[in-house]
């Protein structure tokens, strides 16, 4: 167990529609990333939140968002949904002064 | 080129077998090396990392990384079934705070009892 959590765990849903996956990072750590594996593109980065900020974009959708609110934990808002987008969706975080990341267990998003 | 190269096999072995991982790169900036196991439908679980040429060695895993040869292995000793994952290589330039990382696709180990 990374110590980092992840809701829901499975997610199945209508293209056009719009989802929400929650993170919660470790104790303590303040960098939270968000990543989307499919079986073709391996592992992407998406976006990357320190302390409440936006640090560093990947290869986000304008249709994602992602936010992190002052507890830390955050948020990934994906919008119009299209059968393209279902795949696993990964939040890690890193302590500070660290680039070691930790990773939570995943939420499996399906578009049908 | 992609960045990050990792034959995605399936590699299998049987049990007690050694076996070699490894990814290239092509980033002469990238220092810092990771490399990940992750079980199916699990979420990537870090198994060693390194910021240096050489070798780590962690119980029946050695990490190794050449920057001369853009080259990254993952040694493991006397291979268990538990074994069984997918391997990714992960790397960055470090930028205290700002690295991200660059996954490679992952190899798929086999462990046969």
């Known amino acids: 167990d990374s110590g980092v959590t992840q809701t829901p765990k499975h997610l199945i849903t209508a293209t056009g529609q719009r989802v929400t996956l929650r993170c919660s990072p470790r104790s303590g750590d303040l960098s939270v990333y968000w990543y989307q594996q499919s079986l073709d593109q391996g592992l992407q980065f998406l976006i990357q939140?320190?302390?409440?900020?936006?640090?560093a974009k990947g290869n986000i959708l304008e249709r994602f968002s992602a936010q992190q609110f002052p507890d830390l934990h955050s948020e990934l808002n994906l919008s119009s949904l299209e059968l393209g987008d279902s795949a696993l969706y990964f939040c890690?975080?890193?302590?500070?002064?660290?680039?070691?990341?930790?990773f939570g267990p995943g939420t499996r998003l399906t578009v049908l | 080129q992609k960045e990050v190269e990792q034959d995605p096999g399936p590699l299998s072995v049987p049990e007690g077998a050694i076996v070699s991982l490894n990814c290239t790169y092509s980033n002469s900036a990238f220092q810092y090396f990771m490399w990940y196991r992750q079980y199916s439908r699990k979420g990537p679980e870090l198994l060693m990392y390194?910021?240096?040429?050489g070798n780590k060695e962690d119980g029946r895993f050695t990490a190794q990384v050449d920057k001369s040869s853009k080259y990254i292995s993952l040694f493991i000793r006397d291979s268990q079934p538990s074994d069984s994952a997918t391997y990714l290589c992960a790397m960055s330039v470090i930028v205290p705070g700002y690295s991200t990382l660059t996954f490679g696709k992952g190899t798929m180990l086999l462990v046969s009892p």
């Open positions: 390194t910021y240096s040429s």
């Open positions: 890690a975080s890193s302590p500070q002064g660290s680039d070691t990341q930790y």
């Open positions: 939140y320190y302390n409440g900020e936006e640090r």
